[in-house]
């Protein structure tokens, strides 16, 4: 049951959401919410779709860009003065100059884009103002936290612990865990060791041979200035009936969850997450498919617990006043340039498949939602190469220093024709526990999973380097197009 302060703040969050769609009817904005569990591709997709938009790239799906509409794009001040910037400057060089991939986000940033551009009617000029909020997607993992007590939370997470390959990576944690007592004196000692096996286990879960990512609490993958903080120091407990003794390690576990809660998760909700109007999650797929059917039901677990987090519905003045704010959602399956685009259709179906019954409750409720299979910076080309009397298609790229197949490794300079194999036509046989042994490759020689740097560019029309890309103009549609008619 709702506390009299759950119904203040949810008072507080209706009135400032009101205030800010009024401040809408006269500078239209979009707050434009992008995650993805790590390693999904955020600080690409980002850095793209800013650096497409501000140079008048080529999207032709992009109806507004592709008709002419978009007079000019310009970088403005971020609103939230205690959030740090994304810093597009700098990881435009890390992909273009470098030739790097950029850091993976850690924290939340934000970035204005102002957008020029004439009606479809053409009657006048006006502007859209996006604003762009980055954040790792561990954090929505952790929204659910709100409504659990430390019990249930407990429970749950050590039945999770104990399925299939999580078990034998929880371990050690298991048996530090099983020494024990929760009703003995508070401990500070064992709750830090008890944290850092706990922390240990989710860390060897997200290891990309298992690839796991149902993972909260998300902060404990990536602590920041919170690191070794009571509020980061506890770990689920066997716990008995009943409630904690007073002075008791389950007493004290207990208050640092709740001040996990209070501390982590109540304001990037509040202040961040509950603002939100249109939202992409990005997937990265293939490391599930990797690393085979227990990742792939992982992943839909997280997806499912990402997307019952969000308040969907249409955007109305209504939907202002109680909340249900994201009113377009699309999920992005990632690094569709590893694979031919025969195999692009399979990738959607997959992530269409992985999400479908969250889809069909957020449809219910007003909100659009899509699924998109693409490559904010495509890093391959295709081709057809022959091997002996068949000729193979193939994707071409350079391979990252370092990455390996068999003996062979590469020295980060030399391009490749890499042979990714089809997804299956059954996608059902993804989720059978025996059921799917990854990728059928095409030839005896497989590079599959080869990671590859970003692609030499050129200067384009404005004298900016151009960004080759996979249906980021689809992706821009979308979530801008409406807004921008």
Known sequence: ??????????????????????????????????????????????????????HGGRLPVFEAQSGGRIARARLEPQPDDAVPRFDYEAHLRALTEERRWPESTTRISELRLVIEYQSARGARNRTLTLDIVDYPGEWLLDLPLLTASYAQWSADTLKLSRVGPRAALAAAWH??????????????????????????YLKACRNERYAMRLLPPGRFLMPGDLAGSPALTFAPLELPDGEAPAGSLWAMMERRYEAYKNVVVRPFYREHFARLDRQIVLVDALAAFNAGPEAVRDLEGALASILASFRTGSASIVSALFRPRVDRILFAATKADHLH??????????????????????????????????????????????????????????????????????????EVASFPGDLPDDLASLFERDGFTGLTAATDTDFRFLRFRPPLTEPGATGAPTLPHIRLDRALQFLLGDRLA
């Open 341 to 414: 685009h025969a195999n692009h259709d399979r990738l959607e179906r997959f992530l269409a498949r992985t999400t479908e019954r969250a889809i069909e409750r957020a449809k219910f409720s007003g909100a659009g939602i899509d699924v998109v299979a693409l490559a904010a910076v495509r890093a391959t080309r295709e081709a057809t190469v022959a091997r002996g009397r068949d000729k193979l298609p193939a994707i071409i790229g350079t391979p990252l220093a370092g990455e390996t197949v068999g003996r062979e490794g590469f020295d980060g300079a030399t």
């Open 1 to 54: 049951m709702p506390t009299l302060t759950d119904i203040a703040e949810e008072i507080r969050l209706a009135a400032r959401a009101l205030g800010e769609f009024g401040a809408g009817l006269f500078n239209p904005t979009v707050r434009l919410g992008v995650t993805g569990l790590s390693g999904a591709g955020k600080t690409v997709f980002i850095t793209a779709l800013v650096h497409q938009l501000l």
């Open 175 to 200: 048996r530090h865990l099983a020494a024990l007592d929760p009703s003995a004196p508070e401990d500070e000692q064992a709750a830090r060791e008890a944290t850092r096996l706990f922390t240990d």
